[in-house]
């Protein structure tokens, strides 16, 4: 039996759960492409959030298995790379590993930090020596509902 996808879902609950962990700040989900050709236009990230004043830039995954190959973060090279120093530009990947019930806050220098060691993929057994961070959840029946509180230690 194929297993579900729960992306669109994860979303949806990464905001929900967001805005009661910021009720005074701002996020924008930016509108996904629909179009499938090549040279469509494409987001950097799933959501702009600005917290304390600071812009985050977050793209939302979730995954099945014991990694998150980095091939899945097609939006890697603009987050690396395009706001690269901007002052008070934070930006992460919010991931929930879904068979392990585990959600982390992956920041994007963390994730070049992985590539220049020549890992290919966060695995659930080795992410530890990194600085991803563990946001404090609570598993429901589908989801986990997520304090996002922690996502303020992303630095730029």
Not at 25 to 43: C, G, H, M, P, V
Not at 53 to 77: R, W
Not at 99 to 111: A, F
Request: aromatic residues 12%; contains cysteine; neutral net charge.
């Amino acid at each position: 039996m194929a297993k579900k996808n729960y992306g669109k879902d994860w979303e949806t609950h990464f905001k929900t759960d967001f805005m009661r962990t910021f009720p005074n700040e701002f996020i924008l989900r930016l509108k996904d492409n629909t179009s499938k050709y090549k040279n469509a236009s494409k987001n950097p990230c799933d959501f702009l959030c600005h917290i304390d004043g600071k812009l985050f830039m977050i793209e939302v995954k979730c995954h099945y298995g014991n990694t998150f190959p980095f091939s899945a973060l097609s939006q890697y090279d603009e987050l690396a790379n395009d706001w690269c120093g901007l002052k008070d530009v934070r930006k992460c990947v919010v991931l929930w590993m879904i068979d392990h019930d585990l959600v982390l806050i992956v920041p994007i220098s963390e994730i070049t930090k992985m590539m220049n060691d020549g890992l290919v993929s966060i695995n659930v057994k080795t992410y530890k020596k990194y600085n991803i961070i563990e946001p404090t959840y609570t598993m429901k029946r589908v989801f986990p509902e997520v304090d996002y509180t922690k996502i303020l230690e992303v630095e730029d």
